[in-house]
């Protein structure tokens, strides 16, 4: 599979009173197409960091973001816009769903503000929701849904568009085990089903065997890389 998501010696730097905070320190990390990789590491290492870069909401201090071969800090805002809503899906760790939405409308906003005929865009996100195990509920509201039905609505949204890049951003941290590696699983399904290269950070190491990969960050670098032995059962 090809590369999707490279960083290449990316820094990132924020003032701090009267001195500066490196978030990130010369982080290179590739993830290929198909590929599932999980973030790991302590409070304020740059996991959140890595992922608001790599997702072209941040621009780094240094070094470049290519995504699908494309230099990031080479394109204009509306370029970088338009890379971000058509190549990189992301997963908040929070839904945010709209409540006045059913399931369905919600992955119909982003079609909506891409200009796309809603009609086919219907179709696409019924199919989407199926493809998440929520079928019967596409026209229930978030208050007619549970924590990890939420959940699968907020990566049925992600996956509109088809994007070739999948952030995550500690998917499980409102829901409970059996919740917490169902929406795992999903998101394994998913890399798989759609070849999406996917960052996930997340604090629950029992599931990093369901991941191809696994990358420690700490004090803004990335320490090491490791592939899980076996996945559990």
């Keep these: 599979m090809t590369t999707a998501l490279n960083l290449v010696n990316v820094s990132?730097?924020?003032?701090?009173?009267?001195?500066?905070?490196?978030?990130?320190?010369?982080?290179?990390?590739?993830?290929?197409?198909g590929e599932f990789l999980s973030l790991v590491g302590p409070s304020g290492s740059g996991k959140s960091s890595l992922l608001a870069v790599a997702a072209t909401l941040v621009t780094p201090t240094a070094g470049l973001v290519v995504i699908d071969g494309q230099d990031v800090s080479a394109l204009k805002d509306a370029q970088r816009t338009a890379l971000r809503r058509d190549k990189v899906g992301i997963i908040f760790q929070q839904p945010n769903l709209l409540p006045s939405l059913t399931a369905v409308e919600q992955l119909l906003v982003r079609e909506?503000?891409?200009?796309?005929?809603?009609?086919?865009?219907?179709?696409?996100?019924?199919?989407?929701?199926?493809?998440?195990?929520?079928?019967?509920?596409?026209?229930?509201r978030p208050h007619q849904l549970s924590g990890g039905q939420r959940q699968r609505v907020n990566i049925a949204r992600a996956l509109m568009g088809n994007p070739l890049?999948?952030?995550?951003?500690?998917p499980t941290a409102a829901l409970d085990h059996e919740r917490s590696e169902s929406i795992v699983r999903l998101l394994r399904q998913v890399t798989d089903e759609f070849t999406t290269a996917t960052v996930m950070v997340t604090h629950d190491t029992e599931?990093?065997?369901?991941?191809?990969a696994v990358a420690t960050m700490r004090d803004g670098r990335i320490s090491r890389a490791a592939v899980p032995s076996a996945q559990p059962n």
């Design 207 to 212: 599931f990093l065997p369901l991941t191809d």
């Design 112 to 140: 909506h503000l891409r200009g796309h005929a809603l009609k086919q865009a219907r179709r696409t996100a019924e199919e989407l929701l199926d493809v998440v195990g929520l079928s019967g509920a596409a026209h229930k």
């Design 12 to 33: 990132l730097e924020y003032p701090d009173g009267g001195s500066t905070l490196k978030a990130l320190d010369a982080v290179n990390l590739s993830v290929r197409r």
């Design 165 to 170: 890049v999948l952030l995550v951003d500690e």
